[in-house]
């Protein structure tokens, strides 16, 4: 239960129909509340802090204007809906934001009525919107649909497919939240004097008005109003610039400060009253009310709880700083991110090497394909991408770089199982897509060591390569079992407490801690088992037969580990390989088996996912009584 006694409103707030009734003062006083329960708790727990900050009065005029669940709000990622999630019902349990069986981070259809559309990847809320639009047009619905989206997820292809196939008679309303760059041409005295008027109610009554009389004329009518309109569409572009949006035919209205409550709410009430579809641009300034946030909104995008601090860089910066050093002396290699060079370590080679540094944009399919080109002319091409939103562009993988045999490097961030972001996160689908396409290799090292060397390998390796690594730092208890002198020169299968083991668990990436708990308890009950870890996984052929080197008897049952999804991934691939090659006997698969992994209350994800120590063990000694 969620404290709120502090606070003179936001406590009192059971849902969002209670915020009607508050007067402008009591309005502005809430907003300072939601901003101090948000940096208080996010910075406690960790979360999305910035981006949250910057929709407070924005959140709390849509749910003043609109009737939600009746009237549909859709938010782009859903990574700032926290305060949404506060006034719909959820305050009392936000502490549990982001941990096992509590709110998600995002926006979940199955957690309220008032998330009507699951979100985590971004760019897909006009795509959403449209549909619930289009459908309630159809059912003779008069409810609303509204869209929130940001201008960098604008970036993203989907959203102009979605804007090519609009409407204009849709109850559509999409609220462009611009906090970093702009997105119309409207700086100046003349852009802003002519936004403040087409903010204003006077306004909005007199271009009706204007419109219904000139529209009644007989005969002339409709003709002359459609004249009127292109002679002041000509006017307005040539003083003020072409409007992409009132290009497309829709209504554009903005820009409007979309920190200042009244005036982002009275757009709002507007917006409603035109009964079409209509485009707000917003402007809203991200951790607006908290200095640091202010100062970094990057840096604060996205934070961790209080306490966890390491003196390990994580995989992300040895990504950035191997391939820094490496551009540093070859000048064909580029580094090309869509839209996470920070999360992706990219910012030391973007300082060290602007100009062959791309960020793309949310377009991770234009990604794959721009350096699939660059490869074809010459250049070292690596997209450094998180697992999760890499399933955009299998299309490119398959067509543009492995059809072509091209040397494109994906170094792919987050693999593996997500625990607090959960299942729109979860990296457990990049093994199984990428291990049917010919031609690609996959490492996987899980220390920085190993990172490197298959950086540096992958650049020389003249096909497409993934190097897929796990959220955060390499552990000390995988180091002195599998490392115990130091760094290596070569990716290999490393192998821990195999002679004479009952059973060996083969697997890779950093569920193998939970391996080396699983051996451990092993070891109590008087059973051996051993462990093989992979450093790279694809060709399969190879390293089906470097596992049964290793292991020496094929008559040793093996469980193969794995946190990705069974079908078409590692352990069914291997198994196969060794099948064929007449070297597997009694084995088992372990991996996520035909669901998303979403996680129950007071439960680690590997416990959900069956993949915890105790699992691990008991499939140990299933084989070995089996054997």
Request: proline letters at 3%.
């Amino acid at each position: 239960m969620q404290n709120t006694s502090k606070y003179q409103y936001l406590g009192k707030i059971e849902d969002a129909q209670m915020l009607k009734s508050l007067d402008e003062q009591a309005i502005l006083c809430l907003n300072r509340e939601i901003r101090e329960f948000l940096i208080e708790r996010v910075s406690e727990n960790g979360g999305h802090l910035a981006s949250n900050l910057g929709v407070v009065e924005l959140s709390v005029a849509l749910h003043r204007v609109f009737d939600s669940p009746r009237d549909h709000i859709i938010w782009d990622v859903g990574h700032q809906c926290y305060v949404h999630k506060m006034l719909t019902g959820r305050l009392d349990c936000f502490d549990t934001l982001r941990h096992s069986g509590g709110l998600s981070g995002f926006t979940k259809r199955s957690e309220s009525a008032h998330d009507p559309f699951g979100a985590g990847h971004s760019s897909t809320s006009i795509s959403a919107a449209l549909g619930f639009a289009m459908t309630d047009k159809l059912s003779g619905s008069d409810a609303y649909t509204i869209a929130v989206i940001g201008d960098g997820a604008f970036t993203g292809g989907m959203v102009h497919e979605a804007l090519n196939n609009m409407e204009k008679d849709l109850r559509l309303i999409i609220v462009l939240n611009e906090n970093e760059m702009s997105i119309a041409k409207n700086t100046g005295r003349f852009a802003n004097t002519l936004s403040k008027i087409r903010r204003g109610q006077a306004y909005f009554k007199a271009k009706k008005v204007t419109r219904n009389f000139v529209k009644s004329i007989p005969l002339i009518g409709k003709p002359l109003f459609a004249g009127i309109k292109r002679i002041k569409m000509g006017v307005k572009n040539f003083l003020y610039g072409s409007n992409y949006f009132e290009d497309l035919g829709l209504t554009y209205l903005g820009p409007v400060d979309g920190n200042d409550a009244a005036a982002i709410e009275a757009l709002l009430r507007e917006a409603k009253k035109l009964d079409e579809s209509v485009i707000i641009h917003a402007k809203t300034q991200k951790g607006l009310g908290y200095e640091p946030a202010e100062q970094a909104p990057t840096a604060y995008h996205g934070v961790s709880p209080v306490g966890k601090t390491s003196q390990k860089p994580n995989f992300s910066k040895v990504c950035g700083q191997v391939l820094t050093e490496l551009a540093n002396e070859d000048q064909r290699i580029c580094a090309i991110t869509a839209a996470m060079g920070d999360g992706t370590g990219l910012e030391t080679f973007h300082k060290a090497h602007p100009e062959r540094y791309f960020d793309v944009g949310i377009a991770e399919e234009h990604a794959v394909t721009f350096g699939a080109a660059m490869a074809a002319n010459g250049y070292l091409p690596v997209f450094a991408v998180y697992s999760t939103f890499l399933q955009r562009a299998y299309d490119q993988i398959i067509h543009d770089a492995a059809l072509q045999n091209l040397p494109l490097v994906m170094c792919i961030d987050r693999a593996g199982i997500s625990a607090a972001d959960g299942a729109t996160h979860h990296g457990i689908f990049d093994v199984a897509f990428l291990s049917h396409i010919p031609g690609v290799k996959i490492y996987t090292p899980v220390t920085a060591d190993g990172l490197a060397l298959s950086i540096k390998t992958a650049i020389k390796d003249n096909c497409p390569v993934a190097i897929r690594y796990p959220n955060g730092r390499e552990h000390d208890d995988v180091l002195t079992r599998f490392y115990p002198g130091g760094a290596c020169d070569d990716i290999d299968v490393r192998a821990w407490n195999i002679q004479d083991a009952q059973c060996v668990i083969v697997t890779h990436g950093k569920i193998v801690r939970e391996a080396i708990k699983a051996v451990e308890a092993l070891q109590e009950q008087g059973v051996r088992a051993g462990i093989l870890l992979c450093e790279y996984i694809k060709p399969y052929d190879k390293l089906a037969a470097r596992v049964a080197e290793l292991i020496g008897n094929p008559e040793t049952p093996i469980v193969f580990l794995e946190e990705e999804i069974r079908a078409g991934g590692f352990g069914m691939m291997l198994s196969d390989a060794m099948r064929r090659q007449g070297t597997l006997a009694k084995h088992a698969i372990m991996a996520v088996d035909d669901n998303f992994v979403v996680q129950t209350k007071n439960e680690s994800v590997y416990t959900t996912a069956g993949l915890d120590a105790e699992c691990i063990s008991g499939a140990v000694v299933t084989l070995i009584d089996q054997h």
